[in-house]
């Protein structure tokens, strides 16, 4: 991990402190540096593997969507899940999510697949896995990452009130198993990937419930419309 080119919100920097002394982040550390050393290409930048805290600080954070890894092909991870950059082709399990949202809100695709003005209002986009080898898919599972943002789930968890958990798919199901349901919305449902988006994905209406939920509670709402890629500033 290049430390210099690190960079993360200060409000993420103050909860999560104590985490960066620990074992498993030095070891996670040596990982990332040996990878670099040896050449290999890590998506996304160093600059950008805690993006989604730094466009969500902690105390704004409403909605959580927990993904799995980074996308591996060149030029399409910049930190949140799901996202690729303006310009980018917009991955299937994102066509998906547009699908879903054209059905659940009537909001069409947007033409492109950045999902910065969602996290920008309070949408955390959270991968388990922070960084991924390029075009090596789940290359960096089980080297700390999933350490580290277990212990970011439970500080959300702890802290707030009223947050809503989006899990598509048995893993983020599985790694949001200890939210407290009584205190937290938790929605669920197969993943929007094409290979199950059609065992319940379509037709969950993960976005409204959100929407409804938040604002039960005294919360404003997602605006899930995207605005034109020229409105989007990286």
Known sequence: MNDRAIRLEASWQTLLRPEFTKDYMQK????????????????????????????????????????????????????LCFSVKPGVAVPPSLVNIYKEMKTDLGISQPGHGCLL?????GVLLLNAVLTVQAHNAASHQ????????????????????HLVFILWGGYAQRKGAKIDRNRHLVITSPHPSPLSAYRGFFGSRPFSQANAYLEANGKSPID????????ISI
């Open 28 to 79: 996670l550390r040596d990982f990332l540096r040996t990878e670099l050393a040896a050449g290999k290409s890590i998506f996304p930048k160093g600059a950008e593997y805690f993006a989604a805290l730094d466009h969500t600080p902690v105390d704004r954070v409403k909605v959580v969507i927990l993904g799995q890894d980074p996308y591996h092909g060149t030029g399409q991870a910049h930190g």
């Open 117 to 121: 003005p969602w996290a920008d209002q």
């Open 142 to 161: 089980g080297r700390g990452w999933e350490i580290f943002t277990d212990h970011i789930i439970a500080e959300l968890n702890r802290i707030h009130d």
């Open 224 to 231: 899930w419309l995207l605005p034109g890629v020229e409105k």
